[in-house]
């Protein structure tokens, strides 16, 4: 149970990096894949905010998985 946990919170760590470089930023523009993600997700403001709820709902999972990790450890 607990390999499937870390396997788990590793998954969503990495989904966690993935979300945060997809966010355009407050320079915008600068965004280090905003053109090619920009074509895929639609208007900017759409996926500013689908990023933005797509990392906080990631934080939150990864907080939980690292707490559950460390009580069953």
């Known amino acids: 149970m607990i390999t499937a946990l870390k396997v788990v919170l590793g998954l969503v760590a990495v ?5 945060i470089i ?8 600068l965004g280090a894949i905003a053109g ?8 900017k403001k ?3 905010t689908f990023f933005g709820r797509l990392t906080i709902g990631l934080g939150i999972g990864f907080m939980v998985l ?5 009580v069953l450890n």
């Open 15 to 19: 989904g966690l990096v993935v979300s």
């Open 22 to 29: 997809m966010q355009s930023g407050r320079a915008a523009g």
């Open 46 to 48: 759409n996926m500013d």
């Open 66 to 70: 690292s707490l559950l990790l460390a």
């Open 36 to 43: 090619g993600a920009e074509t895929i997700f639609g208007r």
